[in-house]
């Protein structure tokens, strides 16, 4: 498989993170601790992993809740990511690992 691939269409469709960005959960003003990215493996092998375009970032308390409420049937709902219901689940990366060169001084 062709990760390079993936990897260009999770370029060119993400919301880059800057010092400004906050948690994408609406009226939440917390800053971002992690980036959603939406994780689905196809049966051939493949593997989907992109940016979540509907909540592409959380802050430490909507990622909790957004575990803690989701429901697990043939898709996972969860109450903030993964609004289109997409196959697959909801993957979080700590910010800092995914864009460590606005934390260059941390
Ligand atoms: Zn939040």
Do not use: W
Not at 30 to 39: G, Q, R
Not at 65 to 85: I, S
Request: glycine letters at 6%.
């Amino acid at each position: 498989m062709s990760k390079e691939i993936y990897k260009k269409d999770y370029l060119a469709s993400q919301k880059e993170y800057t010092s400004q960005t906050t948690c994408s959960v609406k009226g939440c003003k917390n800053p971002v601790d992690f980036e959603v990215i939406l994780y689905d493996e196809y049966e051939d092998g493949k593997v989907f992993y992109e940016q979540d375009s509907t909540c592409p970032f959380l802050c430490r308390f909507h990622q909790g809740e957004n575990e803690r409420l989701a429901k697990r049937e043939e898709v996972v709902y969860y109450p903030y990511t993964n609004q289109g219901d997409a196959k697959g689940y909801t993957k979080y990366i700590p910010i800092r690992e995914a864009y460590p060169q606005c934390f260059a001084d941390g």
